[in-house]
């Protein structure tokens, strides 16, 4: 899964200067992306995006210097017990150390002539925690997006090679497809890691199976161990200790339910020999009929056998319910005051929150803004350059306990949801962010850069009209945002206001590294789809149902049959 | 435990399918509720069995059977023909159009005069010379079915042997194993009960049977397997495919179809007796010489079992799979959008009674624009039927669309033929110069699975 690295550091010497220094260092970057030039970072084989910028001084506050970065995470190094982010700095040391040398030089307390130890030990004090950070594509890493784009091509490849006009059977055109690719890729295919479990099932898009298949496990081992338990006792009574007896009324009820899922199955199976004698094919021979009749009796009796574990935790689970129904209830019960409580706590904040807003932040006018249009053209001149493109905002959080609780709440909440409730679309359904981090700085300022595709009137867009309760609960907390109404109402619907704003709040993004400036979010995810579809074929030896083979290739529009 | 419940379900659900298809009324009440209710049923079982939808009003199902490329019909019956694809289990792509093709090259352009020589002399050759007490019609219309198979087709069935059914070598063996392998084919997928394990035993017997077959056909022979031979280059692979699924097909839904008819018939004395009369005029005619005057009145019949089928038509209902996503019935109240994966189930019963198709629909039609085919209507054997007047015909007897029954017309001839033939024999009087008798039906139409089994018809 990746992760991000924040390091906020205060400039000690000329930010201006550093600034310059970072623009040139950046330009240099973007002149060799456009004839696809290596860089130093490309070293760095876990880092998708970084980027080094300069907050500008505010009252009581000094110039920031910002490191975000976006990097496929690992387990923390046993040898060596260092976590994620401290190797990650590693490997960005051992990459890039002139230019960090070259760019922390300015920065507070930085050792002069630092080695690169000095230098290793100096960013990570500077680690700052993200209070909201959203990877657009989980579980891919740039390995993977590396083979999948490979693998995809190759396809493309597979697909022009085969011949015109493209008509048959889609199962043989996928199974010719995907034997017509190069050795590699097929081995690639075959070998696709799975995606994290919250991608492969998503909550969003399908409640009920992922609950069920959450639950599935839980429930079968606590209601086999309950059977167990009863088992044990019914078995040998006395011999457990008396804190995980059941009492006599279980064993019975759980006779009881015994008897009575026997007795439905028992007369579901008289039905269906009924209807099957009815029915028996005619005009058989006689080894015929002992062979149909062995083939069905065969499959009654493995599926009955198969069935049996989840009977057995049916059975478990309704012998503890008999069993802790007391305590079910009391549980019960007490969620539901817990519930209620939290609901009326809730109110009562809102509505003082609600009243205190109204007496302290009367108007704001967004119109007030005062643009800064030699700053403009140096933020919109990196705009736009090849499929992605780069925003920092810094605001100012509100005044008020009750602004800043809110702010972390929504926060904590959109990155906990992002990931429970995953959105193919996106976070807020906007399909283009790559990665997007929320992070609280010094001097109460909420710092915001997204590494998103397309341009930013687009980008804004979306987030004004699909993502506009998400936008408006965040950025209301902060000074100068349009007006929201109970939180996540009004606020960015209301889209030119919104996007002057944005505009306003934007710092000028100088130094800029991506991996894969190529691709946008979507062209990633059909990548990996292309893969895991063609695996999943494979896997089942291409009887898959005919709407996944479409599926499949009207990702390439010519080939549909 | 939930799979437990799924084999038990679909036994119940294979009981319940096989009791609605053999009450053609009760399907009628039914089909007329969705139809009214709910045009395009979405089943509640989407979770359990896959989304399903039903398809009850006459334009949407013309609708999606003339939708081919969206609504399949390949993977509906790939796994139900377990003779191999041929037409019926292809979509429009290279090999069906290559396979269709060559079979509709194959059939030579006299077919349907052909096709009557053949039902008449099996007729003549199967049925008693006085009927007396209950006779098995589908016994019959089986038996002639097999003379078809043998005579038109070219698959003597002289060397079928089985150990699958117990029918003596060849002429009964074929019989049976055809009705065994329609049996699958109409059924539900997978075929329940085991049904699917004796048609897959039967395939391989009748496989192995037609190969051997057409590996020793000769090729200037005026039969089918020696015109697809040739149509195909000599093609064995095809052609057995071919001559196993449309021979399979053709027995099976000429024999439904007959049977079902003619119970029908039945039911409506007015148009029993018009069948009676033209039939025996057609006799009349024919021995006095005038052929043409004589398959005019055959044609009669011919449009009197049609409508006669509309009252239980040979497919009630029809799968179609959706392969993506789409909208059904746009830009009316009915708009429905169609998931990719789904199954949906056309109804041609509830089609035929639609009021806004067919008029009056409850009434028995004697005069009835049948346009069956407007596409296969323009060639000279449009013998069967009214001529087209290019519009989408009312009924929907023998599927639609791209993958409209390219043997209707010979179907219906079949029909015609065997219906004069046992017309005229059950209506003979029973002492010479004695009143002529009138057909009864002695028991209630009955099946084996999904195959019509027997139909008593008497006479007095």
């Not at chain 1, 290596?38 to 970084?50: G, Q």
């Not at chain 1, 269906?272 to 065969?298: D, H, N, S």
């Not at chain 2, 379900?9 to 053999?22: H, L, N």
């Not at chain 2, 806004?356 to 449009?382: C, H, K, M, S, Y």
Request: a neutral charge.
């Amino acid at each position: 899964m990746q992760r991000g690295l924040t390091l906020i550091t205060p400039i000690a010497g000329d930010w201006q200067a550093l600034m310059t220094l970072l623009r040139e260092r950046g330009d240099a970057l973007q002149a060799g992306w456009q004839n696809n030039a290596p860089y130093a970072l490309d070293a760095a084989e876990r880092l998708h995006f970084l980027s080094l910028f300069v907050i500008e001084p505010g009252a009581g506050c000094p110039a920031l210097l910002v490191l975000e970065g976006s990097f496929d995470g690992r387990c923390r190094n046993p040898l060596t017990d260092e976590s994620d982010r401290d190797q990650f700095i590693n490997e960005l040391v051992i990459a890039n150390a002139p230019l960090l040398r070259e760019v922390y030089a300015f920065c507070i307390n930085y050792p002069q002539n630092a080695t690169d130890q000095q230098v290793r030990e100096y960013l990570k004090i500077w680690k700052h925690d993200n209070q909201l950070f959203y990877v657009g594509c989980p579980g891919l890493t740039t390995g993977r997006i590396a083979e999948d784009a490979q693998i995809a091509a190759d396809v493309e490849a597979s697909v022009r090679n085969l011949n015109r006009p493209i008509m048959g059977r889609r199962a043989q055109i996928v199974r010719e497809i995907f034997q017509g690719l190069p050795r590699a890729s097929r081995d690639l295919v075959v070998n696709t890691p799975d995606r994290p479990f919250w991608v492969r099932h998503p909550l969003y898009e399908q409640p009920l199976q992922t609950l069920y298949w959450y639950a599935k496990w839980p429930l079968a081992i606590v209601g086999w161990a309950v059977l167990l338990l009863v088992l044990a006792e019914a078995w040998s009574p006395g011999s457990l200790p008396e804190c995980i007896t059941p009492a006599q009324s279980v064993l019975a009820a759980t006779w009881n339910w015994f008897a009575f899922f026997l007795v439905v199955a028992g007369v579901l199976t008289l039905f269906w020999l009924l209807i099957w004698c009815g029915e028996f094919p005619q005009y058989l021979t006689p080894r015929m009929t002992r062979y149909v009749i062995a083939t069905k009796l065969e499959e009654y009796v493995r599926t009955s056998i198969r069935a049996l574990p989840s009977f057995g935790a049916v059975l478990g689970l309704l012998a503890l319910a008999h069993w802790q129904w007391m305590r079910l209830w009391d549980f019960f019960f007490s969620a539901l005051a817990f519930l209620l409580l939290v609901l009326v706590v809730t109110a009562i904040v809102w509505y003082v929150r609600l009243l205190r807003i109204g007496l302290r932040e009367p108007a704001d006018r967004v119109f007030d803004l005062r643009w800064d249009t030699n700053r403009l053209a140096a933020v919109r001149e990196r705009e736009d350059r090849l499929a992605q493109s780069h925003i920092i905002s810094v605001t100012t959080i509100r005044l008020g306990v009750l602004r800043w609780v809110t702010l972390r709440c929504v926060l904590f909440a959109i990155h906990w949801l992002a990931r429970i409730l995953y959105n193919p679309l996106g976070l807020f359904s906007t399909q283009s962010i790559h990665f997007a981090r929320w992070t609280i700085v010094r001097g109460g300022r909420l710092l915001f850069i997204s590494n998103y595709d397309g341009g930013f009137g687009g980008y804004l867009g979306v987030f004004a009209t699909l993502g506009a309760a998400g936008v408006s609960a965040i950025w209301t907390n902060t000074e100068g945002f349009p007006r929201g109404f109970l939180l996540f109402g009004d606020g960015a619907r209301d889209e030119q206001p919104f996007k002057a704003r944005a505009r306003n709040s934007q710092v000028e993004s100088v130094f800029w590294y991506r991996r894969y400036p190529h691709l946008s979010v979507a062209a990633i995810e059909r990548n990996a789809a292309i893969r895991m579809e063609l695996a999943r074929f494979s896997s089942k030896a291409f009887q898959v149902p005919e709407a996944d083979f479409d599926v499949f290739l009207r990702r390439f529009a010519t080939t549909t049959p | 435990m939930l799979a437990w419940l799924k084999m038990i379900g679909w036994v119940y659900f294979a009981g319940i399918f096989f009791f609605s298809m053999r009450r053609p009324r009760f399907l009628r009440v039914a089909m007329g509720f969705f139809r009214r209710v709910w045009p395009i049923f979405r089943s509640p079982f989407a979770g359990f069995a896959g989304a399903t939808y039903l398809v009850t009003r006459a334009d949407d199902t013309q609708e999606v059977l003339r939708r081919a490329r969206d609504f399949l019909l390949g993977p509906v019956n790939e796994k139900k023909i377990l003779t191999g694809d041929f037409i019926i289990a292809l979509d429009p792509e290279r090999r069906y159009v290559t396979e269709k093709a060559n079979a509709s090259r194959a059939l030579p352009p006299n077919r349907i005069l052909a096709l009557e020589g053949i039902v008449d002399r099996a007729a003549q050759q199967w049925l008693p010379a006085q009927i007396d007490g209950a006779y098995n019609v589908t016994l019959y219309v089986e038996r002639i079915t097999v003379a078809i198979v043998r005579d038109f087709w070219g698959l003597s069935p002289d060397g079928a042997r089985s150990e699958v059914v117990v029918a003596e070598q060849g002429f009964e063996t074929m019989r049976l194993w055809l009705r065994k392998l329609a049996i699958v084919l109409a059924s539900m997928e997978p075929a329940p009960l085991g049904i699917r394990e004796v048609g897959l035993q039967c395939s391989e017997e009748f496989l192995s049977f037609v190969r051997a077959e057409c590996a020793v056909h000769p090729q200037n022979n005026q039969d089918m397997i020696a015109h697809i031979l040739r149509e195909s280059g000599s093609n064995m692979d095809e052609t057995v495919r071919s001559i196993a699924g449309l021979t399979m097909t053709g027995a099976a839904v000429v024999t439904k179809a007959f049977s079902q008819a003619f119970d029908q018939l039945l039911n409506f004395p007015e148009a029993l007796d018009a069948a009676i009369a033209a039939s025996a005029e057609e006799a009349q005619l024919r021995a006095a010489g005038n052929i043409p005057e004589a398959r005019r009145r055959r044609m009669d019949v011919g449009r009197l079992l049609v409508e006669a089928l509309r009252f239980n038509p040979v497919f009630p209902v029809i799968p179609r799979y959706c392969v993506r996503n789409t909208t059904l019935a746009r830009g009316t109240e009915r708009e429905t959008e169609i998931t990719a994966g789904a199954n949906v189930i056309v109804s041609p019963l509830g089609a035929m009674f639609d009021p806004e198709a067919v008029i009056d629909p409850e009434r028995f039609g004697f005069a009835r624009n049948i346009q069956l085919n407007p596409r296969t209507a323009t060639v000279p054997d449009w013998d069967y039927g009214s001529r087209s007047d290019a519009t989408p015909g009312d009924y929907v007897l023998f599927g639609g669309g791209e993958h409209w029954c390219m043997g209707e017309q010979m179907a219906i001839c079949e029909m015609a033929s065997m219906g004069v033939a046992l017309l005229n024999r059950l209506c003979e009087p029973a002492l010479r110069g004695g009143p002529r008798r009138r057909p009864y039906r002695a028991d209630q139409l009955r099946y084996d699975n999904s195959a019509a089994e027997s139909l008593l018809v008497g006479a007095r």
